[in-house]
């Protein structure tokens, strides 16, 4: 079963917009951790934020956690033609399980 | 480069056949997983190791037995391929899951005829 789950499924925006994918889970978790994956690659780590912690940022990406409505956001600034990809979430619980959602598919179009 | 490597990147089984798929790391992580993916179902986990000789079953295990003998090697065996393993396959590493991501590797694009 899956624990987190993206929103939406797929996002097309413009370059220079900002992209905002949504992540939801189900029980109480050690960390949330953002992956992307380019088409025919495999994924890369992004951020990973505590249940401790409310927001972090790494360069262009911001994310928050709100661990009483048990979701999480990715917010990617000013967006590139490179960031066209997928993009998962993971969360860890306190028993080491490392669970992905199903992803959003983001397009940035030029 | 360190990181994940994975061999073979493609390969073609008939039903029935068996093979290994090889996953190496040379950045000494304890924590390696197998995961599957399917168009719509994000990763599916399918064994994991916490250390060598130290192993254990994910959510989709059937059909996948692994063994890890050293920090470094973590072997995914198909003992005898069906059409539902056709899949896109990642191995994973990770020096501590509660600090620190995964680095995966580039997959194995497995098709079973």
């Known amino acids: 079963s899956q624990q987190g789950e993206e929103d939406p499924q797929a996002l097309s925006i413009q370059e220079g917009e900002n992209a905002t994918m949504n992540c939801s889970y189900k029980?109480?978790?050690?960390?949330l951790q953002w992956y992307r994956q380019n088409s025919g690659r495999g994924l890369v780590h992004l951020i990973l934020?505590?249940?401790?912690?409310r927001e972090k940022h790494s360069g262009r990406l911001r994310v928050t956690l709100d661990t009483s409505k048990k979701s999480s956001s990715l917010l990617i600034t000013a967006s590139r033609a490179a960031d066209t990809a997928s993009y998962f979430c993971a969360t860890v619980d306190y028993g080491q399980n490392f669970v992905f959602g199903p992803g959003t598919r983001l397009s940035v179009l030029p | 480069n360190a990181g994940v490597t994975q061999t073979p990147k493609f390969q073609v089984l008939k039903t029935g056949q068996s093979m290994t798929l090889q996953c190496a790391q040379d950045m000494n992580h304890e924590y390696m997983s197998w995961y599957r993916q399917d168009p719509g179902m994000g990763l599916r986990l399918i064994h994991y190791?916490?250390?060598?000789?130290?192993?254990d079953q994910g959510e989709v295990p059937n059909g996948y037995n692994v063994s890890r003998s050293t920090t470094e090697d973590f072997p995914l065996r198909l003992l005898s391929a069906a059409p539902s393993q056709t899949s896109v396959y990642f191995c994973a590493s990770s020096q501590n899951r509660d600090s620190y991501g995964y680095t995966f590797g580039s997959g194995t694009r497995l098709t079973v005829v």
């Open positions: 190791s916490v250390g060598a000789g130290i192993t």
């Open positions: 029980t109480s978790i050690n960390n």
């Open positions: 934020i505590r249940s401790n912690e």
